[in-house]
């Protein structure tokens, strides 16, 4: 069972991203998925979660407007697309998939926003 997180890297201020986590060893389609952040000092926080049809989507108040999470439960593949991205939202961006006491967390992948 794994989640692969990917699409991080180093972006200007006002530049865009798109987060890619891929599920192995089990089906996402029935996992509320979610997307968490954590910054350097600071706790982990929960960016936006999506619920397992795509029906129901919540999006933190700190990047309301810039985010939008989105599933392809065909490839088996939850996304975190940031747009305007500022040097606040640079963090370690995890996956997280939730079902009943089922729960996994991916391994991170690094958003870096500098100019």
């Known amino acids: 069972v794994q989640l692969v997180e990917s699409g991080g890297g180093l972006v200007q201020p006002g530049g865009s991203l798109r987060l890619s986590c891929a599920a192995s060893?089990?089906?996402?389609?029935?996992?509320?998925m979610s997307w968490y952040r954590q910054a350097p000092g600071k706790e982990r926080e929960l960016v936006a979660t999506?619920?397992?049809?795509?029906?129901?989507?919540n999006i933190a108040d700190s990047v309301k407007g810039r985010a939008t999470i989105s599933r392809d439960n065909a490839k088996n593949t939850v996304y975190l697309q940031m747009n305007s991205l500022k040097p606040e939202d640079t963090a370690v961006y995890y996956c997280?998939?939730?079902?009943?006491?089922?729960?996994?967390w991916g391994q991170g992948t690094q958003v870096t926003v500098s100019s």
């Open positions: 997280h998939a939730a079902r009943y006491t089922y729960k996994y």
């Open positions: 060893g089990f089906t996402l389609s029935s996992y509320r």
């Open positions: 999506i619920t397992s049809d795509g029906g129901i989507t």
